[in-house]
C-alpha cells in the first residue's frame, strides 16, 4: 500500500519533533508543559502541528488509495503532505516565516486535493 510508505516517513517526522521537545525540556530542566522558555514553545507548536495535520492527510490518502485512486495522485499527495509539513517545521523551528507559510500552503492545498479527489473518486465509480 502506497500510504504506509507516507503513514512511516510521517511518523518519522513526529518522532524527530518529540524528541526535539523532549531534548528543550531536558536541557531546560522543565517537566511539563514549556516552562514559558520560547524554543520550547515553538518545538512543542511544531510537534502538535504535525500532529494536528498529519492525521487527517494520512486518513484522506488511505481513503484514496482504498478507492482505487491513481497511483500518481497517490503518490502526489503523499510527496506534498511530507513536503508540506516538512518545510513547516523547518520554517517554524528556525523562525523563516516563509517556509512556514509555504509549509501551510502546501498542506491545505493538499488536504483541498485530496478531499476532493476523494469525492470525485466516489461519485465516478
Not at 35 to 56: F, S, W
Not at 58 to 79: P, T
Not at 101 to 108: E, H, I, K
Request: aromatic content about 8%.
Amino acid at each position: 500500500m502506497i500510504t504506509s510508505i507516507y503513514a512511516a516517513l510521517s511518523s518519522l517526522l513526529i518522532v524527530w519533533l518529540s524528541l526535539n521537545v523532549v531534548k528543550l525540556r531536558q536541557s531546560g530542566r522543565v517537566i511539563l508543559g514549556d516552562g514559558g522558555k520560547p524554543d520550547l514553545q515553538v518545538a512543542i507548536r511544531a510537534q502538535g502541528n504535525a500532529t494536528e495535520y498529519i492525521p487527517i492527510s494520512l486518513i484522506l490518502l488511505l481513503l484514496l488509495e482504498l478507492s482505487k485512486g491513481n497511483v500518481l495522485m497517490l503518490h502526489i499527495g503523499g510527496i506534498a503532505l511530507l513536503v508540506g509539513r516538512s518545510l513547516h517545521a523547518y520554517g517554524l523551528t528556525t523562525s523563516n516565516l516563509k517556509l512556514r507559510v509555504s509549509g501551510m500552503v502546501f498542506t491545505f492545498s493538499n488536504i483541498i486535493y485530496l478531499a476532493i479527489a476523494n469525492l470525485v473518486y466516489q461519485f465516478i465509480n
